[in-house]
């Protein structure tokens, strides 16, 4: 870690989670100062969003390993939920590598490379020898290259080809009577192999267990403090805690990224935000990792933090290329997603007829702050379209405009309703999603959140069209692995915005 300061020295603006929002799954490498992070996408695109940090706490995303067509096949009709799970990303003898699973195409796992994690990434070679989710990589003294996947079993590998040698074997899986052992990593500190694992389920009863042994393949002996990490039966304000990376900061000392969530409300808690990444640091106990508090507030940890980039949260469309935190539903064409054909605006062109079937033309940002407030000027001269809290396809609110008139459209299951609904002017139009604390009383049933949805006068008023109870839009009623993406689409013809602005508002 970079070396202890003053107190007084300290940044305030240090907190966890360290990756807000839908970022789940995280898998951190280091090489020199540098530490790159890379997490889940399933169904967006591009896929695998990839992060550069000096201090394992700033941030900053500096490109997706799978953003060509050739990389990542998401077909239309794919379910929510399903594409890209779990990566593994590794530096090693001067490359990176990251292997992952595209469940997409028959739970396939695939292997990509670059000398640079920014890109460009390598087409995919595909493992088919590889079986089940959540594959690792790790290379022995001698250069062989083990994959370990959720199970947690155990093949050789060439990943410069994809070839297995032998078939795969099975390792340590965890406690007695944990389910879903799942995420596995294996590392060479010192004389031992450790294999970490997670294990209880990415829900509530999550965790992250370890165990150690004398090769690669075990046997493996468990830590007598198994679960070294989990939040299950408390009151913690992050839960689901598991699926964890360990990483050795350039000093020798030792942090775990993992995933979380923060529910919000009344019982049982509702998480909106999808699964989080999380910092904790780890110290060592007589050859076992001792996971540290899992504070909020990460400026109490004794590290020289520096402020990361100010994120950009308003986007002009002012370049040729999306950036890229901007992710689109299963792909992003040309003639449906451009920049290009109308200058510093985004052009959207329908192909099906309305945002809640599975080949909607949408592309919006993760959504990464409890509170927050998301504005586009939108010109549906040509078409009808609009901006959009997304969850999955059957659980989105929509604020939709056409060339006279603006509705709040709200999709809960297999329920699609029209609920408000206003003439306007023609002509350019802005278009409002507030998303707030619930108002008082508040009591066991009260939700995570509202989500208020309306339009912007001239004078900057903003009328509001209609109110609805955010836990529609959680994990805990739509199930699945993601979280809300707030952004734009086109359900008929052709729709263009001029500017999106997304501002954090206080959480």
């Known amino acids: 870690m970079p070396p202890l300061h003053q107190p007084d020295e300290r940044v305030t603006d240090a907190v966890n989670p360290v990756l807000p929002g839908f970022h789940p799954d995280p898998s951190v490498c280091r090489v020199g100062d ?30 997706n390993a799978l953003d060509r067509p050739e990389q990542l096949r998401l077909p239309a ?27 997409a195409e ?14 460009p990434w390598s087409d995919p070679i595909w493992a088919p020898g590889v079986p089940g989710i959540d594959p690792d990589l790790a290379w022995d003294e001698d250069g062989t290259c083990w994959c370990t996947v959720a199970g947690v079993s155990q093949v050789r590998l ?30 060479r500190i010192g004389d031992h192999w450790y294999l ?76 909106v935000l999808g699964r989080e990444t999380f910092l904790a640091p780890v110290t060592w106990v007589d050859g076992w990792p001792v996971v540290g508090d899992v504070t909020l507030d990460l400026s109490a940890l004794p590290w020289s933090l520096s402020p990361g980039p100010v994120e950009e949260h308003r986007d002009d469309f002012e370049l040729s290329e999306l ?18 054909e109308r200058p510093g605006w985004l052009t959207l062109r329908a192909r099906g007829a309305s945002l809640d079937e599975p080949d909607a033309v949408f592309t919006g940002r993760r959504q990464q702050h409890l509170s927050c407030r998301a504005r586009t000027l939108v010109d549906p ?79 900057g008023t903003f009328t509001e ?4 109870d955010g836990r529609y839009l959680s994990t805990e009623v739509a199930g699945g692995f993601t979280g809300r993406v707030i952004g734009m689409y086109a359900a008929a013809g052709t729709v263009h915005f001029d500017w999106f602005d997304y501002e954090p508002l206080d959480d």
């Open 196 to 271: 970490l694992i997670a294990e209880g389920g990415t829900e509530r009863g999550h965790g992250v267990a370890i165990a150690r042994g004398r090769t690669p393949g075990g046997p493996f002996e468990p830590c007598p403090a198994n679960p070294i990490l989990t939040h299950r039966g408390t009151d913690h304000p992050v839960q689901n805690t598991g699926h964890a990376d360990l990483v050795q900061a350039p000093d020798g000392s030792w942090c775990m990224v993992f995933l979380g969530v923060r529910p919000q409300g009344g019982t049982p808690g509702w998480h």
């Open 77 to 103: 009709d794919m379910p929510s939920s399903a594409g890209i799970y779990a990566p593994t990303l590794r530096h090693h003898d001067g490359r990176f590598w990251l292997i992952v699973t595209n469940v």
């Open 158 to 187: 060439d990943p410069a080809t994809g070839e297995t040698y032998g078939t795969p074997h099975k390792l340590w899986s965890g406690g007695p009577g944990a389910k879903a052992p799942e995420a596995p990593h294996l590392y």
């Open 323 to 340: 950036r890229p935190s901007w992710i689109s539903l299963r792909g992003r064409l040309a003639e449906h997603c451009t920049t290009k």
């Open 34 to 63: 540098d530490y790159y992070l890379a997490c889940s996408s399933f169904e967006y695109f591009p896929g695998v969003p990839l992060f550069h940090s000096r201090d394992l706490v700033h941030w900053r995303q500096i490109g």
């Open 381 to 459: 001269k040509e078409g009808r379209g609009g901006l959009a809290i997304r969850l999955d396809e059957r659980h989105q609110y929509a604020i939709e405009a056409s060339a006279t008139q603006v509705r709040v459209i709200a999709r809960v299951g297999s329920l699609r309703t029209v609920v408000a609904e206003r003439s306007v002017p023609a002509g350019p139009l802005v278009l409002d999603v507030t998303i707030s604390d619930p108002p008082p009383p508040h009591g066991p049933c009260t939700g995570p959140d509202v989500v208020s949805l309306g339009i912007e006068q001239p004078d």
């Open 465 to 468: 069209l209609a109110t609805l």
């Open 106 to 119: 028959g739970a396939g796992n695939l292997i990509v490379t670059a000398n640079d994690p920014a890109g």
